[in-house]
Each structure stands twice: as C-alpha cells, then as structure tokens.
C-alpha cells in the first residue's frame, strides 16, 4: 500500500513492525521486496513523491524538481575541488531518475573488499553473490541495446572507438520493451524501465509492504539498548556489581515499556505541493515503533539522519564518503549533421577500455585508467548545468545543440571525503586528476576521430580546433608548477554515484556495520544503500547496490526471525 499525505488526516503512530526501511531507492526497495517476501512487516518511509509513470514525462524541468532533490546540484567542496551530487528523491529513489545503464558488481572490487575484511564477499566462497547476480538480472531484464537503437550521439561515440581500436560496447539496461524518448531521466512514462518503482516496490505490496511517500525521517531513536549494543550500554560496560544490577533493571524496565527496539520519526508532507513562500509545507507527524532499522536514504542522507539521531559509534558516521566524479566534453560537428542528441535513448554506448574492471590486464595503467567513457547528452537543462562553460559562450553551445555531441568521463576515484550535518567535504586525489585528464584526452580522440570540428573539454578554458592541440590538455595538469587540471573548483565535476558515511568493515573502531551490514555497535539498526560501500565500484552502480541489498537482506533473514 502506498500512503501519502492526502492519505492521512491527523498524526499517526505504526507498529510495533519487524523492519522499518528508511528510503525506497535501489538498496532500500531491494530490501523491501526481500524482506516482505520472507514473512517481515515491513515499513518503508520516502522522504519523495510517488509518480505513477502516467504522471512522468517530457517536462524537463517540471520532472527533475519533483522526481530528484530540490535543489538537483547538491555541492560538495573541498580545499580545492567542487563535486556537485545529484540524487533522486522519490518513490523508488535514484532508479527512477536513472539513464539505467547497468553494470554487474565487479570481481575485483569484491577482490577489493575480502582484503578489507569483508569475507561474506568473496566471489570464489560465496556461491551466493554470482547467484544474486544472475537472479537480478533476470528479475530486471537486463540486456544490451540492439545496435540499431543507437542515436546519433552514441554512433559518434562507437564510430570514434572503433577508429580509435579502443573497446566499445552496447550499454545494459533493465528495460522491457524501450519505446527510446529519450527520457529517462525524467522518469519513464511508459513503465517499461525496470527501476525499484516498477520493480521491487510494486511486488512487495504484494507482501503488504507500506510505503508512506512524502515521508522525511527525522530521527531514529533507541529505546532500551541491549548489553551488546556497545557503546550504547557502554555505561552498563563500566559498570559492577549492584550498579551493574541497577542498570541491567532500569534497561529490562525500558524494554517492557517500550513497543519496540527502536522509534523512528517522520514527518509526512504532500511532496508535490509546490513550496510556500512562507513557512514549511503543512505535515502530518509519523511515529513508527520498529524492531529493526535499514538505513538507505542513500549516502548523504543516512549519515545526517545517523548524526542527528546521535547515532555514531567510534565517530565512523559520515566518514568514508567516496563518489565517482564525472565531466563533460562537448564537440561541435558539421552544420549538415543533425546530432539532436537528446532524440532516442541517452546513454546506450560506453568505451569501457580503461575501466578499472581491466586493471589485472599488461596495459593497464593504475595511474592514469579506471575509468568509463559514456555518451550522455540528455534535454537541455540539465545539459545547460553540466556542459564546459559559462556565460555567451555557454549559451551559444546551447544555441547550437542540435550540432553537438557529447561523451562524459566517470572515474573510479579513490578519494574520501566527509558528510557532515550541515556540509559535504570532497577532494579529489592526484591520481583522479591525472585519470579524469587522460580520458579528456581519449575523448577528444574519440571525437576528432569521429569528425568533430571543435572540442570544448571540461577543462576549464580549453577549446580544440584540431587533433594537434591535444596534448594542451596535458599540459592544464600543472600551472607555475602546481597540480591543477581538474583540481579547480572551476572544474564542472558531477556525480549520481555516492558511497560510504556508513561503511562496511571488519573493524568495529573505523567502520559502522559488518560484512552483513548490521551495525557493529548497535544490534537491530542496519545500512542498506550505497552508504555501506567502502569503496568506489568503477561502474555504474544502482546494480551493485542491488546486489549488496539483497544480500544483506539474506543475512538478515538468516539471523532474524519475524516477530
Ligand atoms: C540523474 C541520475 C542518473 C543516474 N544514472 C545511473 C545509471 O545510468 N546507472 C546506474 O547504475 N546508476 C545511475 N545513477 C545512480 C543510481 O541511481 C544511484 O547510485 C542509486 O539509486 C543509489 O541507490 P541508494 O539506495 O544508495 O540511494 P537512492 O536510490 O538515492 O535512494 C535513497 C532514497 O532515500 C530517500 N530519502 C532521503 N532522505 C530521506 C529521509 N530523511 N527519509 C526518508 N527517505 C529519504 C530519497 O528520497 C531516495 O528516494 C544515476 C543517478 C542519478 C541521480
Ligand atoms: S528511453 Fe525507454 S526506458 Fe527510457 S524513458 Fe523512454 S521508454 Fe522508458
């Protein structure tokens, strides 16, 4: 069932249920169906709307500020970069407003994480995680874009590949049957794009799931800790003999009081109301009495509700925080070619010869590869907010789209950075500098080999008229001899792929759950999105996402019966 503000017409109190998700995107809405389908009660709360497809559309504008965070660009700065995150905000979270190309989980970032202390992912003993895999890709109908579905954008990017002798490849998506309007973006109108909306969400209301929409959590309270809940019964730790039975009574008293282990409140608004000049929307207040929590609010979020609830054991929230910058390069072709790249599907082709998936091959370079190259050019506002430029020179590119082409680097980084209540610090490292400048340099390859007549690279300030400027863009990495390129707040750098502030580790003093994603520290509270990565993946990501949730949700089952 999915209930929204209209849906209520006074404060309301649920529960006591087995689990209460906090999010519905693609970690959360996995959870939800697996969950519901094992026997739990489940609770969701989605701080977006719900938009039936018949309520998506062509709107640019209208769409991307009701179906992704207010304010689309949220900033993360650091000393001397500027990450501008972008997420989604409804039901069915980042999914919906995804372009859905889709990778599996890398074997070597789980290589990565086995080395971390995460032993549940070992693909070589853990049958399970290739059969999570396959399962999900079935449910989700993950296939390749036939080769005639290209648009003209993503036959640029193939053609200069395959020039070039660098490998190429037809995207996977989760899609049924694409009626290609090149919308996804926005949402897909005619619900064949198989996101958690119009997947996991809609199978598990079959289990009765509800889902309130509009619904911000706000804090997560504890009720009676237990004596493994470290450092919550810290006190209870450092206590002794009568003052230890004198605790160990005041938390069996709170136990028998309270309806559950935990209290989540929430405050539910009419998510598609617009906002009033004054004031805060009206709300109805929510109150959910749970036995367990998931976070999966996604990165940003579960860290700041985690903080806010004081929720922070060995000072772990909100550390750890990692994304996968990307950045756009535009070409100019030939007035004689209609590109009108925004026609058809958006991304449906990726060079995927310097992904970091390759990085045990002779000629990879782990200085400098680790990255996709994709071609991304989507309708016009959100092309206005993340092409090189600014001012007349930005408005004549506009001007001129139709002409334009446009391939965007994503880089696996390895940077961290931090979440905190009120700020998003990130710096991207040396050697994100030095990969995000080589592929500038691929694509502009890619495109002169094309037929491109002009490139304006995401460097700040640097056009080429020809292929023999290329290596001016190697030269931008350093300036009066300090590091530079893409090391400049001036560098337009975006990304819809975040990890961490709530990590996965073997070690309870620098990170929040275990290999299972259940907090160390605190039995019952759990991490199921993109917060509980320890690394970057290297790859588009809602499908690792997806697979972590789900095995999260088995171990959840495995170690939890329903009440
Ligand atoms: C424009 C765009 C394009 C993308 N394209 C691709 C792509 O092509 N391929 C790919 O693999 N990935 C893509 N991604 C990334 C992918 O969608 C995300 O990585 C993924 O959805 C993250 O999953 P998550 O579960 O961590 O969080 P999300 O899917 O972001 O879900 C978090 C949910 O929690 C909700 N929430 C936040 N705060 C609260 C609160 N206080 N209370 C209740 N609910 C809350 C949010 O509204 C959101 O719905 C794209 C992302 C964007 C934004
Ligand atoms: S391009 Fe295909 S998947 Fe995307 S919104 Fe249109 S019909 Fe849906």
């Given at each position: 069932m999915i209930i929204q503000y209209q849906d209520l017409t006074q404060s309301k109190t649920v529960g006591p249920v087995d689990v209460c998700i906090i999010g519905s995107g693609a970690g959360g809405g996995a959870m939800a169906y697996y969950l519901a389908r094992a026997?739990?009660?489940?609770?969701?709360?989605?701080?977006?709307?719900?938009?039936?497809?018949?309520?998506?559309?062509?709107?640019?504008?209208?769409?991307?500020?009701?179906?992704?965070?207010?304010?689309?660009?949220?900033?993360?700065?650091?000393?001397?970069?500027?990450?501008?995150?972008?997420?989604?905000?409804?039901?069915?979270?980042?999914?919906?407003?995804?372009?859905?190309?889709?990778?599996?989980?890398?074997?070597?970032?789980?290589?990565?994480?086995?080395?971390?202390?995460?032993?549940?992912?070992?693909?070589?003993?853990?049958?399970?995680?290739?059969?999570?895999?396959?399962?999900?890709?079935?449910?989700?109908?993950?296939?390749?874009?036939?080769?005639?579905?290209?648009?003209?954008?993503?036959?640029?990017?193939?053609?200069?590949?395959?020039?070039?002798?660098?490998?190429?490849?037809?995207?996977?998506?989760?899609?049924?049957?694409?009626?290609?309007?090149?919308?996804?973006?926005?949402?897909?109108?005619?619900?064949?794009?198989?996101?958690?909306?119009?997947?996991?969400?809609?199978?598990?209301?079959?289990?009765?799931?509800?889902?309130?929409?509009?619904?911000?959590?706000?804090?997560?309270?504890?009720?009676?800790?237990?004596?493994?809940?470290?450092?919550?019964?810290?006190?209870?730790?450092?206590?002794?003999?009568?003052?230890?039975?004198?605790?160990?009574?005041?938390?069996?008293?709170?136990?028998?009081?309270?309806?559950?282990?935990?209290?989540?409140?929430?405050?539910?608004?009419?998510?598609?109301?617009?906002?009033?000049?004054?004031?805060?929307?009206?709300?109805?207040?929510?109150?959910?009495?749970?036995?367990?929590?998931?976070?999966?609010?996604?990165?940003?979020?579960?860290?700041?509700?985690?903080?806010?609830?004081?929720?922070?054991?060995?000072?772990?929230?909100?550390?750890?925080?990692?994304t996968q910058p990307g950045s756009m390069n535009m070409a100019r072709f030939p007035q004689n070619i209609e590109i009108r790249g925004w026609d058809g599907i958006n991304d449906s082709t990726e060079i995927y010869h310097y992904a970091d998936i390759f990085r045990n091959e002779p000629y990879y370079d782990k200085d400098k590869h680790g990255f996709l190259c994709e071609s991304a050019l989507s309708l016009p506002w959100g092309m206005a907010n993340i092409l090189p430029g600014a001012g007349k020179e930005l408005l004549a590119v506009m001007k001129d789209l139709n002409h334009w082409s446009g391939i965007e680097a994503i880089i696996k980084s390895d940077a961290y950075g931090r979440i905190t209540e009120d700020d998003i610090k990130i710096d991207i490292s040396e050697r994100d500098n030095e990969a995000m400048t080589f592929a500038t340099w691929v694509i502009g390859r890619v495109f002169f080999r094309a037929g491109a007549r002009e490139i304006r690279t995401a460097l700040p300030g640097l056009t080429l008229k020809s292929p023999n400027q290329l290596d001016e863009i190697f030269k931008y990495r350093f300036q009066n001899g300090k590091r530079k390129g893409f090391m400049v707040k001036q560098a337009n750098l975006y990304s819809g792929h975040h990890f961490g502030g709530a990590i996965m580790g073997a070690d309870r003093t620098s990170s929040f759950a275990d290999d299972t994603g259940e907090c160390h520290d605190l039995k019952g509270l759990w991490v199921g999105d993109g917060s509980s990565f320890p690394t970057t993946v290297g790859v588009n990501c809602a499908m690792s996402i997806m697979v972590v949730a789900r095995k999260i949700a088995d171990d959840f089952i495995a170690k939890v019966k329903p009440a």
């Amino acid at each position: 069932m999915i209930i929204q503000y209209q849906d209520l017409t006074q404060s309301k109190t649920v529960g006591p249920v087995d689990v209460c998700i906090i999010g519905s995107g693609a970690g959360g809405g996995a959870m939800a169906y697996y969950l519901a389908r094992a026997g739990f009660s489940v609770v969701v709360l989605e701080k977006g709307g719900y938009y039936p497809p018949a309520e998506l559309g062509r709107k640019e504008l209208y769409m991307l500020t009701r179906i992704e965070a207010p304010t689309i660009f949220t900033p993360a700065t650091g000393e001397y970069s500027r990450v501008s995150l972008i997420a989604g905000q409804c039901y069915g979270g980042g999914t919906v407003a995804s372009e859905s190309v889709t990778w599996d989980l890398p074997k070597v970032v789980m290589e990565d994480w086995v080395k971390l202390g995460l032993k549940s992912f070992d693909p070589e003993k853990n049958p399970k995680l290739e059969a999570y895999q396959a399962e999900l890709n079935k449910l989700l109908s993950v296939k390749p874009v036939a080769m005639e579905h290209h648009n003209r954008c993503n036959q640029i990017l193939a053609i200069g590949a395959q020039r070039e002798g660098i490998r190429w490849k037809s995207s996977d998506r989760p899609v049924d049957f694409c009626f290609r309007c090149g919308n996804c973006t926005q949402g897909c109108h005619y619900g064949v794009k198989q996101d958690a909306a119009n997947t996991f969400l809609t199978w598990s209301h079959k289990f009765k799931t509800e889902v309130y929409c509009g619904a911000e959590a706000d804090r997560v309270k504890i009720n009676f800790p237990t004596e493994a809940d470290y450092p919550y019964s810290e006190k209870l730790k450092a206590a002794s003999g009568s003052a230890k039975d004198d605790l160990l009574r005041e938390l069996a008293s709170r136990k028998n009081g309270a309806l559950a282990k935990f209290t989540v409140t929430a405050r539910v608004v009419d998510a598609k109301a617009p906002a009033p000049r004054k004031g805060g929307l009206d709300y109805r207040s929510l109150t959910v009495h749970s036995h367990n929590v998931v976070m999966a609010a996604g990165p940003v979020a579960t860290s700041r509700i985690l903080l806010k609830s004081k929720i922070n054991p060995n000072g772990v929230v909100g550390t750890k925080f990692s994304t996968q910058p990307g950045s756009m390069n535009m070409a100019r072709f030939p007035q004689n070619i209609e590109i009108r790249g925004w026609d058809g599907i958006n991304d449906s082709t990726e060079i995927y010869h310097y992904a970091d998936i390759f990085r045990n091959e002779p000629y990879y370079d782990k200085d400098k590869h680790g990255f996709l190259c994709e071609s991304a050019l989507s309708l016009p506002w959100g092309m206005a907010n993340i092409l090189p430029g600014a001012g007349k020179e930005l408005l004549a590119v506009m001007k001129d789209l139709n002409h334009w082409s446009g391939i965007e680097a994503i880089i696996k980084s390895d940077a961290y950075g931090r979440i905190t209540e009120d700020d998003i610090k990130i710096d991207i490292s040396e050697r994100d500098n030095e990969a995000m400048t080589f592929a500038t340099w691929v694509i502009g390859r890619v495109f002169f080999r094309a037929g491109a007549r002009e490139i304006r690279t995401a460097l700040p300030g640097l056009t080429l008229k020809s292929p023999n400027q290329l290596d001016e863009i190697f030269k931008y990495r350093f300036q009066n001899g300090k590091r530079k390129g893409f090391m400049v707040k001036q560098a337009n750098l975006y990304s819809g792929h975040h990890f961490g502030g709530a990590i996965m580790g073997a070690d309870r003093t620098s990170s929040f759950a275990d290999d299972t994603g259940e907090c160390h520290d605190l039995k019952g509270l759990w991490v199921g999105d993109g917060s509980s990565f320890p690394t970057t993946v290297g790859v588009n990501c809602a499908m690792s996402i997806m697979v972590v949730a789900r095995k999260i949700a088995d171990d959840f089952i495995a170690k939890v019966k329903p009440a």
